[in-house]
């Protein structure tokens, strides 16, 4: 990669941000090691991250854009961390947490995100539509509702709808030919039926296992039903793939949201993001790496997505071209996972 020198007058590059990323990751690694006190599981440290030390308050980080005052500063990028808590980081911030390499790091406060499946059918979605197309509620037979994200092609000219796993195949517990229906999987409704999804990963005695997707397929059983290339209340979407940089402006479209036009990538490359796929009564954490952070621009902001709104696909606003797969929010940042990387796995493209 061609680098230009720096002077104290020249801002890094993205490309910069990006080459030092593994190391600094690194390096937090070896500083959360020397420092860590008593040891606690992965699942238990959102809720005691109060007590934590401030390097083991840390469980994310990734490539962003530096916030002042609540607003994102353009082209300003930093290496970003998140943090459980970040009135525990006090005024003994170890250096790590302010500069690495000569980049500036910026540290965000990043509550455990919630999976945005939705429990049973509400009353505003019960609603058959046809066509069928992108941005529409589903469900598993057997599952929870969420969004229809688009519809896809494989080299055979098989034709599939995608979400993620954790609506079409119930955090994988579903199994293969499991009908999926619109807006519920009776029997005048299903379209489709699970074909295949990349399971996700959970703790081992403790220890984080990374994901990279919640991702699944289901192959379009009635062709009649659907519509490809279009997302329900979204003018502009072109299919195609594209990677998410800091500071894009972004658009997607919900089944309980509807279309949200006005959000924004605050980080990309998001690494060991803290997602609980259960409820808050039986939690089921789990971590998710090159992760798409998108927020609302400005202060508060306000909620990005909401339950049901999992599998919707993400878009680049200027072009209507995807760039990523919601599937978990704490309702004031949301998360979507790569959408390279997901039709990478199951080898499709949008259509």
């Given at each position: ?121 509400a009353p505003s979605l019960t609603t058959r539509v046809r066509p069928i197309v992108g941005g529409m509620p589903v469900t598993a037979q057997g599952g ?199 039709c990478q796995r199951f080898q499709v493209q949008p259509i």
């Open positions: 990669m061609t680098r230009r020198s720096r002077t104290k007058k020249t801002a890094p590059l993205y490309s910069d941000f990006v080459d030092a990323l593994p190391a600094f990751r690194a390096a937090l690694a070896v500083e959360q090691d020397k420092h860590r006190g008593v040891w606690l599981p992965f699942q238990q440290r959102g809720a005691f991250a109060t007590a934590l030390n401030p390097l083991e308050n840390v469980h994310a980080t990734g490539i962003g854009l530096r916030e002042k005052r609540g607003h994102l500063v353009p082209e300003e990028y930093v290496l970003k961390v998140f943090v459980f808590h970040k009135a525990k980081l006090g005024t003994n911030t170890p250096k790590l947490l302010k500069s690495f390499a000569g980049l500036p790091v910026d540290v965000e406060e990043l509550p455990v995100q919630r999976a945005l499946s939705f429990a049973g059918l929870n509702l969420g969004t229809i994200g688009c519809f896809v092609r494989n080299a055979q000219n098989q034709i599939f709808a995608l979400g993620n796993n954790h609506v079409f195949a119930d955090i994988n517990r579903l199994p293969r030919g499991t009908p999926v229906g619109q807006p519920n999987p009776s029997a005048n409704d299903v379209f489709a039926t699970l074909w295949d999804f990349e399971p996700i990963r959970f703790p081992n005695n403790g220890v984080p296992v990374l994901n990279h997707i919640d991702a699944a397929v289901a192959k379009v059983s009635n062709l009649a039903l659907v519509t490809a290339g279009k997302i329900n209340d979204v003018s502009l979407y072109r299919p195609g793939i594209k990677s998410a940089f800091p500071g894009m402006p972004v658009v997607f479209s919900g089944a309980v949201s509807g279309a949200v036009i006005d959000a924004a990538v605050s980080t990309v490359h998001g690494g060991a993001i803290s997602v609980n796929l259960g409820s808050l009564q039986s939690p089921l954490f789990v971590q998710f790496d090159n992760c798409i952070h998108i927020r609302r621009p400005g202060p508060g902001g306000g909620p990005v997505a909401k339950p049901g709104d999992s599998g919707a696909l993400v878009l680049e606003k200027s072009t209507g071209i995807p760039v990523g797969l919601l599937f978990a929010s704490d309702l004031q940042s949301t998360f979507a996972c790569d959408i390279a990387t997901v």
